[in-house]
């Protein structure tokens, strides 16, 4: 089992570098931390009062890395998860922030656990994902996996601009969809076909 700083070094890596992409809501990233999450953590690395693009294009791969250690994984409890979850939902929290934990809440919710969809982590939460390991422990990770990947596709249906991030310009799997499907076992990738007919609708 990878140690969560393994999880967090490959999250970064995924990520990559600075792109201040008009599309994406976020803002100016670096290594997957936005600017908005750089300010709400204080983060005025040139020390001069603002924290602006300049602070974002400074900050290093290992300041990633322990801010999504200690913000994405510690203190969303995703840690008190099933092993099998931490990698996926850890990964789709800092690219999506609580929706990773309200996608994990309505599957379990589709499996017949009563709680909550609130994007938070507690008791209920937790006691249902455990128990739903145990059901199924060999398919919790996938079902989870798979979730993810409609929910990338779902936002991808409403709205145009956001496509890109989920087929290419030559209609191949965009990279939302390939994030995804690094947890999913192969058997239940979406073949070239079979992606083209789920994206056929769009533009």
Do not use: C
Not at 86 to 112: E, P, T, W
Request: glycine letters at 8%; hydrophobic letters at 45%; charged letters at 25%.
């Amino acid at each position: 089992m990878q140690t969560v700083r393994e999880i967090a070094t490959q999250i970064v890596a995924r990520e990559g570098g600075y792109v201040n992409d008009p599309d994406d809501p976020g803002g100016a990233t670096n290594f997957g931390v936005t600017i908005h999450t750089m300010r709400t953590l204080g983060l005025d690395l040139d020390r001069d009062g603002a924290i602006t693009i300049a602070d974002v294009r400074a900050l290093t791969k290992e300041q990633a890395v322990e801010i999504f250690e200690k913000h994405y994984f510690e203190k969303p409890l995703i840690a008190l998860l099933p092993p099998v979850l931490h990698a996926s939902v850890f990964d789709m929290y800092v690219n999506a922030g609580a929706n990773a934990v309200k996608i994990l809440q309505r599957l379990l919710r589709d499996m017949g656990h009563d709680i909550e969809v609130d994007g938070a982590l507690g008791p209920q939460s937790i006691a249902a994902a455990q128990a739903a390991f145990l059901n199924a422990p060999n398919h919790l990770a996938d079902a989870y996996g798979i979730a993810r990947r409609n929910y990338y596709f779902r936002i991808a249906d409403r709205r145009a601009a956001s496509r890109k991030y989920a087929r290419t310009r030559a209609g191949h799997k965009g990279g939302w969809i390939k994030r995804a499907e690094v947890f999913i076992s192969e058997k239940y990738h979406l073949t070239e076909q079979q992606f083209k007919q789920r994206v056929a609708a769009w533009v």
